[in-house]
């Protein structure tokens, strides 16, 4: 498996490609946000670890540029550890989020969950639906709302809108979101359901604070309101 590595510190990189390709792993390196765009376009990894912290521009812009065109999994690294850098390189459409220093072995674990949740997370093609005012639309990854402006979104969170909207009017919980979403029932990784709620209330909801289409069920889960 590829694995880009977009960090500037060249003795942190040098250190971390040890690790990843003592590991298994071939290691493609970039230093700045316009080399990881041409490697991200050339290459197609299957895995990015990105610095917060680049020449160019930070981490968290080339993170939503990325998330624009491609759901290739991103682990940013950073020597920030304050809750609300975690929270958001997980917004901005990361999949984790580790603080330097860190253990050789719980990088690769991060690294291995990740990937096993992607790849768990193929999914097959949807059909077109529409409630609630919103229409999903398989091929462009898009929701149109009624006024015809539309947004796009993420495979994953495509999918994660279109079985909410599937269940339109009825409680899913996170187990189930997990299984249907991801293939995967790990009750430990139901934080990544969280995350994409998150997500996508940011991008269809008016206010995310007070959502009018996906609320949330308080000790059992997400509901799509009808």
């Given at each position: 498996m590829n694995i880009l590595l977009g960090d500037d510190d060249l003795p942190c990189a040098k250190f971390i490609s040890y690790i990843l390709e003592d590991a298994g792993y071939r290691v493609l390196k970039a230093y700045d946000g316009a080399e990881i765009f041409r490697s991200i376009s050339r290459h197609h990894p299957d895995l990015?670890?990105?610095?917060?912290?680049?020449p160019s521009a930070n981490g968290f812009d080339i993170c939503r540029q990325i998330r624009r065109t491609s759901d290739v999994p991103i682990i940013f690294l950073s020597c920030h550890g304050r809750v609300e850098k975690r929270v958001l390189g997980l917004q901005v459409g990361a999949d984790d989020y580790i603080v330097k220093p860190f253990e050789p072995a719980d990088l690769l674990a991060r690294i291995e969950a990740v990937l096993r949740r992607c790849q768990r997370g193929t999914m097959p093609a949807l059909t077109r639906i529409h409630h609630h005012g919103l229409t999903l639309i398989p091929p462009e990854y898009t929701v149109m709302f009624d006024d015809e402006h539309t947004i796009e979104l993420t495979p994953i969170e495509f999918h994660l809108l279109h079985y909410l909207m599937q269940n339109a009017g009825h409680t899913v919980t996170l187990r189930q979101i997990l299984s249907s979403v991801w293939n995967d029932d790990d009750a430990c990784e139901t934080s990544v359901v969280t995350t994409y709620i998150s997500r996508l209330r940011a991008k269809i909801e008016t206010d995310p604070s007070h959502p009018h289409?996906?609320?949330?069920?308080?000790?059992?889960?997400?509901?799509?309101?009808?």
């Open positions: 990015v670890l990105l610095d917060v912290q680049l289409y996906i609320v949330t069920v308080r000790s059992m889960g997400y509901k799509f309101e009808l």
